[in-house]
């Protein structure tokens, strides 16, 4: 019913900012092998023509080693970031509908799949645009989390300042309902051609044949919720006096940038009052507003949203554990709820030390979470109630941190066997930030799926890199990964395989280990790790890849954050009252 008035509900600055910034410009084209950009950040690329499905998969930045060492940039021409608009992942849409209409809300079952770029959701949403099809299905399921909120009276209370009973009602008129609605929806406070707007819409449902004051409203609020300024972001800063005319976030920008990074959705009235107010102008006051922020039950789904695009553990985006197939006849253990609780546990392993400590003990702790399925996997005891619970490896566990976990292991494995390149292409890429290309056109990259009784990976790898076209990659992925090989597809613990001992020593950048979980010790000191976890959170902060003028940056964020030690929580905040993050050029054309 809303439909109708969506094109009727684009403000001048949407339209005019379609046309120059990168959020309603470009696609992603799963098919793109490079991962090129489009937008003021990149050189153009493909997407899918008006029309598809826009089901596309991920694009391939993330897929095939892409990513950028820190301060490093990308090869964009452009020596400074530009403003843009930000279209809404599947998570902070999901998020700000619950927030904005009740927890209990109908879920979406069928949107665009989230596209990915240099491996995070964050940069994609920056360039992508809803296609037709996106469009109508945004449409059904905000109908029907509109209709769930407006059911009755009774439930639209929940969701309103209070409930009109007519289009009258002068102690609860409609244009103050749908103004303190609509702010928090949009991120700022509603304009008087807004409330217009929308309390026309309300009007006219209301009052037309079968109408009632609840019906405009569902209708009035379906409409706000369908309007790009709530679908997207609109951040694009304006010209600051006090700064010497430098382009600025507006404090209303800022209170969306700070609740779609730390809530992975929208403001409260808290920090859009605090916006009001002119509170977040400053790095103090946006510090501030950040510090409270964290304390929030909701800043958890930041640090988990960042860790699914990070280590690959991303439904919507089909990254790899949930879209892992292992061959029961391989691997009998394998079952339909262990990759679930693989994914749960690494995301409470990271939760755990992103708020509580030193974030890089992650790299080389004993602590695991573990139900009883998964506490099989790792070879430890059932328990008497099959909750998820906080086990210490036992002292010579050949189990140690972040590489020994399941989750890890499982995503970086084949159906039928393990897959050193894959493990050593994720620790290069996601740990250490290295250029891993993709594999040049013609080569076998199958050389282990059948293996000579008696062989070892290790062998058959180290044959495979005497080919001087495979050399170059496989030597920063195979030796690394191999360290890894004492753990099945699954992560289970072997001593050999295909009959042979496994010899998982190794050379990590010329320090030696000799297993995992000295490996892990490696990784941990590595000089490399700290800087990379940096790039990779701003980038995922900014919703970009990084540029040459964020070197500097970066280099002071990793500075603070090897003094605060490791401390993720303090990352972000250092983060986002930065100047990088309170500043940005103005897109040209």
């Known amino acids: 019913m809303a439909r109708r008035f969506l094109t009727k509900m684009v403000p001048a600055a949407i339209a005019v900012a379609c046309g120059v910034a990168a959020g309603c410009t470009g696609t992603i084209d799963g098919a793109s092998a490079q991962g090129t950009k489009s937008g003021p950040n990149g050189p153009g690329v493909a997407g899918p023509s008006s029309g598809s499905s826009g089901a596309g998969t991920a694009g391939m930045a993330g897929a095939t080693g892409m990513s950028q060492?820190?301060?490093?940039?990308?090869?964009?021409?452009?020596?400074?970031?530009?403003?843009?608009?930000?279209?809404?992942?599947?998570?902070?849409?999901?998020?700000?509908?619950?927030?904005?209409?009740?927890?209990?809300?109908?879920?979406?079952?069928?949107l665009e799949p989230d596209q990915q770029l240099d491996g995070f959701r964050s940069v994609s949403a920056s360039l992508v645009a809803v296609s037709p099809t996106g469009v109508s299905q945004y449409e059904t399921a905000i109908d029907a989390a509109t209709k769930f909120a407006f059911a009755s009276a009774t439930q639209a209370a929940k969701v309103l300042s209070c409930v009109p009973t007519s289009v009258t009602?002068?102690?609860?008129?409609?244009?103050?309902?749908?103004?303190?609605?609509?702010?928090?929806?949009?991120?700022?406070?509603?304009?008087?051609?807004?409330?217009?707007?929308?309390?026309?819409?309300?009007?006219?449902?209301?009052?037309?044949?079968?109408?009632?004051?609840?019906?405009?409203?569902?209708?009035?609020?379906?409409?706000?919720?369908?309007?790009?300024?709530?679908?997207?972001?609109?951040?694009?800063?304006?010209?600051?006096?006090?700064?010497?005319?430098?382009?600025?976030?507006?404090?209303?920008?800022?209170?969306?940038?700070?609740?779609?990074?730390?809530?992975?959705?929208?403001?409260?009235?808290?920090?859009?009052?605090?916006?009001?107010?002119?509170g977040l102008s400053t790095s103090a006051g946006v510090l501030a507003q950040a510090t409270t922020m964290l304390a929030s039950q909701k800043a958890h789904q930041?640090?988990?949203?960042?860790?699914?695009?990070?280590?690959?553990?991303?439904?919507s985006a089909g990254t790899p554990l949930t879209t892992t197939f292992k061959d029961p006849q391989v691997y009998p253990n394998w079952s339909t709820t262990l990759p679930g609780a693989m994914q749960q546990e690494l995301l409470m392993r990271i939760d755990d030390v992103a708020f509580s400590g030193d974030y890089l003990s992650l790299y080389d702790s004993p602590t695991v979470f573990v139900n009883n399925e998964l506490a099989a996997i790792y070879g430890l005891p059932r328990a008497a109630m099959d909750v998820f619970r906080r086990v210490t490896l036992p002292s010579g566990s050949p189990r140690l941190g972040l590489l020994g976990n399941a989750a890890m292991l499982a995503s970086n494995g084949l159906p039928q066997r393990t897959s050193p390149t894959l493990r050593g292409r994720f620790i290069s890429q996601q740990l250490l930030c290295k250029t891993v290309p993709p594999p040049p056109d013609g080569v076998n990259t199958n050389v282990l799926d059948t293996l000579p009784p008696g062989s070892s990976v290790k062998a058959i790898l180290e044959q495979h890199r005497q080919n001087p076209a495979?050399?170059?990659?496989?030597?920063?992925?195979?030796?690394?990964?191999?360290?890894?090989?004492?753990?099945?597809?699954?992560?289970?613990?072997?001593?050999?395989?295909?009959?042979?001992?496994?010899?998982?020593?190794?050379?990590?950048?010329?320090?030696?280990?000799k297993d995992e979980v000295s490996l892990a010790t490696v990784l941990r000191n590595h000089p490399q790790a700290a800087p990379c976890f940096v790039s990779k959170l701003y980038e995922q902060a900014q919703g970009r890849t990084t540029l040459p003028v964020d070197t500097s940056v970066l280099d002071g964020l990793t500075t603070k954050f090897n003094t605060n030690g490791h401390r993720a929580d303090q990352l972000l905040l250092d983060i986002v009252s930065s100047d990088a993050y309170r500043f940005v050029e103005i897109a040209t054309k």
């Open 69 to 110: 060492p820190p301060g490093t940039g990308t090869t964009d021409p452009l020596s400074q970031p530009v403003a843009s608009l930000h279209k809404l992942p599947i998570a902070e849409f999901t998020n700000s509908l619950r927030d904005l209409l009740g927890s209990d809300a109908p879920v979406a079952s069928q």
């Open 470 to 513: 495979c050399a170059a990659c496989h030597a920063i992925m195979d030796p690394i990964g191999l360290g890894l090989e004492n753990f099945d597809s699954v992560g289970v613990y072997r001593s050999s395989a295909n009959g042979v001992p496994i010899d998982a020593t190794g050379e990590l950048d010329g320090v030696a280990f």
């Open 169 to 278: 009602d002068a102690a609860c008129p409609l244009s103050q309902v749908l103004s303190t609605f609509g702010r928090r929806a949009f991120r700022r406070t509603l304009t008087a051609a807004d409330v217009t707007r929308y309390v026309g819409v309300a009007t006219d449902i209301a009052q037309g044949t079968g109408g009632t004051v609840l019906l405009g409203l569902q209708s009035a609020v379906s409409a706000i919720l369908q309007s790009p300024e709530f679908l997207y972001r609109v951040e694009l800063g304006t010209p600051s006096t006090q700064d010497g005319g430098r382009n600025k976030y507006t404090d209303f920008e800022m209170a969306s940038r700070l609740a779609s990074l730390l809530w992975v959705s929208v403001p409260d009235d808290a920090l859009l009052n605090a916006a009001a107010s002119g």
């Open 302 to 315: 930041s640090i988990a949203n960042f860790a699914n695009d990070l280590y690959g553990m991303d439904a």
